[in-house]
Each structure stands twice: as structure tokens, then as C-alpha cells.
């Protein structure tokens, strides 16, 4: 079976990055396939017990693919609820960009 870690980090890795290049202003066919990006992973996260609850959070709080920066709380946010069922660390949503796009001031 995969490494739930190594997979994890690298997927959200990739989300991360993917909403902190989304489109300030997307078009209808940029926010079509970023929803189905997001609504495929209950199907396809290789962590059967990951994907489950990850379809029930985005049941209870849907994707908002409106911009760039709606996306990058939206992903942070259910990124802090994984954070918080495995007793991890809560991240400081203020920092997304400068973790996930622009780094460290100076
Ligand atoms: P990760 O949580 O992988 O985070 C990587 C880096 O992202 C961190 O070092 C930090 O710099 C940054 N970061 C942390 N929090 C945030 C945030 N809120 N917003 C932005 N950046 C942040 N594992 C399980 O054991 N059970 C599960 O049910 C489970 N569900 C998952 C569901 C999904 C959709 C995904 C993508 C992963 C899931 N995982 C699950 C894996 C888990 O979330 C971690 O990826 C894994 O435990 C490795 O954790 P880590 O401490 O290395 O950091």
C-alpha cells in the first residue's frame, strides 16, 4: 500500500501550488476543472479512509474556485481540519502565499 505521508505531502503539495497559481479571475472552463479536480479525489486518493472523510468535508464545506486567493483559504482550511484529526499542527492561513507562492519576505 502507499506511503500515507509520502502521498500526502506530495498531494498537498500539488494543491497548494495549484491554488496559489489559480487565476485571480478564472474563467467558467478554469473553474469547471478545478472543481472536478477537487470533487475527483473522494473517488481516486489512493487512502480509502482518507478519501472518505476528505468527501465528507467537502460535502459540508464546497469548493470555492471563485479566485485565487478563495481557493488557497478554502484548501488551507480543509488542509487544518486534516491537521486537526491527526492532532497536527494548525497552519496560519495568513501564510499560504508565502509558503506556497511567494516565500519568505526579503
Ligand atoms: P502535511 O500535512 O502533509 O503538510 C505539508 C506542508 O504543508 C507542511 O509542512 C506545511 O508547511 C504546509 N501546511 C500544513 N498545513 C497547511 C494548511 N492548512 N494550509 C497550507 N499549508 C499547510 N493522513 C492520515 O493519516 N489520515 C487521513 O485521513 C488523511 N487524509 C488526507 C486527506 C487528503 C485530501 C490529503 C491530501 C492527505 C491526507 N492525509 C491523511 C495525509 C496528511 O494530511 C499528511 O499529508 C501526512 O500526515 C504528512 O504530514 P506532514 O506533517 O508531513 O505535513
Redesign the pocket.
Known sequence: PPD??????A???F??TAAAYYPEKPSPNQRANMLMLIRS?PVV?P?A???Q??GK?IAHSPPDVSSREKLSLW??????E??E??G????D?A??DE??KDGPAD
Open positions: 500515507v505521508e509520502v502521498l500526502g505531502r498531494t498537498w503539495t494543491l497548494h479525489l486518493y487512502c479512509w482518507c478519501a472523510d476528505f468535508c484548501l488551507c482550511q480543509r488542509h487544518n486534516v491537521n484529526k491527526l497536527k499542527e494548525m497552519f492561513c501564510q499560504v509558503r506556497w
